[in-house]
Nanobody, 118 residues
């Protein structure tokens, strides 16, 4: 199970920190991702952090403004969002994936709304 929190209303240029609490699976073995979705559009990948090595990757649209991190001791993944823009408004989803060589295990949270508006 994945449960996101931390969404809300913020002015352009502001910051928010999203958190995702994981339970019921071996969190430290899973790559973790954040996606976002605007009504009427496809879900968009935002950022990832790997299970091994904890390397990170970001969509070009958020690079330099967002930071993904994980705490395997607390089974959480976070997304620090700075210098927010109106176009960052979306529902943000936490996603966990693990490929065991034959099966892709894939879990999603319920999403948290982020609204950037003055």
């Amino acid at each position: 199970q994945l449960v996101e929190s931390g969404g809300g209303l913020v002015q352009p240029g502001g910051s928010l920190r999203l958190s995702c609490a994981a339970s019921g699976f071996a969190f430290s073995s899973y790559d973790m991702h954040w996606y976002r979705q605007v009504p009427g559009k496809e879900r968009e990948w935002v950022a990832s952090v790997t299970a091994v090595g904890r390397s990170t990757n970001y969509a070009d649209s958020v690079k330099g403004r967002f930071t993904i991190s994980r705490d395997n001791g607390k089974n959480t993944v976070s997304l620090q969002m700075n210098n927010l823009k109106r176009e960052d408004t979306a529902v943000y989803y936490c996603n966990a994936t693990w490929w065991d060589g034959s099966i892709l295990y894939n879990y999603w949270g319920q999403g948290t709304q982020v609204t950037v508006s003055s």
